[in-house]
Antibody, heavy 120, light 108 residues
Framework: EVQLVESGGGLVQPGGSLRLSCAAS????????MNWVRQAPGKGLEWVSY????????YYADSVKGRFTISRDNAKNSLYLQMNSLRDEDTAVYYC?????????????WGQGTLVTVSS | AIRITQSPSSLSASTGDRVTITCRAS??????LAWYQQKPGKAPKLLIY???TLQSGVPSRFSGSGSGTDFTLTISCLQSEDFATYYC??????????FGQGTKVEIK
């Protein structure tokens, strides 16, 4: 069974940092591209970042470029999101999501999400 | 950036009803459109991709159609477990796919 489990969310002050993790199991993690998608409270979904299976290709949404860093450790079946210079508008539930093959950039499995609250 | 307009933002329906949700893209996106279902407090679930391809395990009462700029998600016979919020997503502008604003399907 495919499982994605996020952790690392919490309350942080504006300008602070947080590192999210996503532990994957039930599939060959190293064969799949992965993404982070977020959802502000009561709002819609926003794609945040993409990393290819080998980490050779990485993309970010304009709203987080230069502040967030995505990475992965295929030996540990884990995905990460380092978030720096956090702003109020980064408050959201952050989901890790597996990219489906075929139909790249659609997401066939999601974690349960981890809540990040940016507030003073 | 490609904008996605989803409508309606909410609707009320009864079990057994036929429900239609639409998405319109600001420019042609061929068939690069997906639909997701999200229930409160849960992660989204992929229902349809490539505008009309049903994801494995999704009931056949769900169907999608359209290409270019106009797309439709249809639930042919609404069941109690279908009350949720539905999102469309364009993935033509890979990887910066954008989602619609969502349609909440509520019980009448």
């Amino acid at each position: 069974e495919v499982q994605l489990v996020e952790s690392g969310g919490g309350l942080v002050q504006p300008g602070g940092s947080l590192r999210l993790s996503c532990a994957a199991s039930g599939f060959t993690f190293s064969s799949y591209s992965m993404n982070w998608v977020r959802q502000a409270p009561g709002k819609g979904l926003e794609w945040v970042s993409y990393i290819s299976s080998s980490s050779s290709t990485i993309y970010y949404a304009d709203s987080v470029k230069g502040r967030f860093t995505i990475s992965r450790d295929n030996a540990k079946n884990s995905l990460y999101l380092q978030m720096n210079s956090l702003r109020d508008e980064d408050t959201a539930v952050y989901y890790c999501a597996r990219e489906q093959v075929p139909a790249a950039n659609t997401f066939d499995y999601w974690g349960q999400g981890t809540l990040v609250t940016v507030s003073s | 950036a490609i904008r996605i307009t989803q409508s309606p933002s909410s609707l009320s329906a009864s079990t057994g009803d036929r429900v239609t949700i639409t998405c319109r893209a600001s420019q042609g996106i061929s068939s690069y459109l997906a639909w997701y279902q999200q229930k409160p407090g849960k992660a989204p679930k992929l229902l349809i991709y490539a505008a009309s391809t049903l994801q494995s395990g999704v009931p056949s009462r769900f169907s999608g159609s359209g290409s270019g700029t106009d797309f439709t998600l249809t639930i042919s016979c609404l069941q109690s477990e279908d009350f949720a919020t539905y999102y469309c997503q364009q993935y033509y502008s890979y990887p910066q796919g954008t989602f619609g604003q969502g349609t909440k399907v509520e019980i009448k």
